[in-house]
Structures are given as C-alpha cells and as structure tokens.
Nanobody
C-alpha cells in the first residue's frame, strides 16, 4: 500500500503565498516522477508542475515564474511553493507520484486526496 498525503492548503489573499507539501509512505522502492495537479470548480484536472527524480522540472504556462516545485528524495516528499497567488489559482491541489514498490513489477501511479487552496481577491 502506497499513500500520498498533502498538506498546506488554505485561504490566502491575492498576491500572497502558500507552500504545499506531500508525503509519500508505504512499501516504496523508488519514486520516479512527482507532480502537482489542480482542479478548479467545474473544470477538468490540469497539470501544475512536475519534477523528475533527478530534479528536472516542468511547469504549466499559467504558473511559470510564480510557482516552484521541489522534492526531498530521502524524505519521500514533494513541495509546491506558490507565490503571487491569483484568484484563478483557487482549486483543489493533488499530489501525484510514479512509484516502484518492493517486490512488485511495474510502476504504480498514486494520487493524494487533495488539499484546497482558496485565493480571495
């Protein structure tokens, strides 16, 4: 069993900052790509940022220059630093990871339960 648990969401004023964290636990041999996605009310889930095990990052155009994704491989954690927040950043943010498990073949894609970020204008 592999779990991802997000934390750090909340209510913030436009222009403010939040830092999301995501902790992975369970029978994990290695975590490959990790990422953050978000889903706003009435919209489809969309990619926010991804990071490889080697630290290569990729961002949605809408967050470039404002958000920073990072990870701590030893702690099995991924973070999302969000600055200059806008009302359109309001969404449930989900952590995602591609995991190799002990004694199991193949990569498992795991999702967290989500954390709500609300940006007031």
């Amino acid at each position: 069993q592999v779990q991802l648990v997000e934390s750090g969401g909340g209510l913030v004023q436009a222009g403010g900052s939040l830092r999301l964290s995501c902790a992975a636990s369970g029978s994990i041999f290695r975590i490959n790509d990790m990422g953050w996605y978000r889903q706003a009310p009435g919209k489809q889930r969309e990619l926010v940022a991804t990071i490889t095990s080697g630290g290569r990052t990729d961002y949605a155009d809408s967050v470039k220059g404002r958000f920073t994704i990072s990870r701590d491989n030893a702690k099995k954690m991924v973070y999302l630093q969000m600055n200059s927040l806008k009302s359109e950043d309001t969404a449930v943010y989900y952590c995602n990871a591609d995991v190799l498990r002990f004694g199991q073949l193949g990569e498992l894609e795991v999702w967290g339960q989500g954390t709500l970020v609300t940006v007031s204008s």
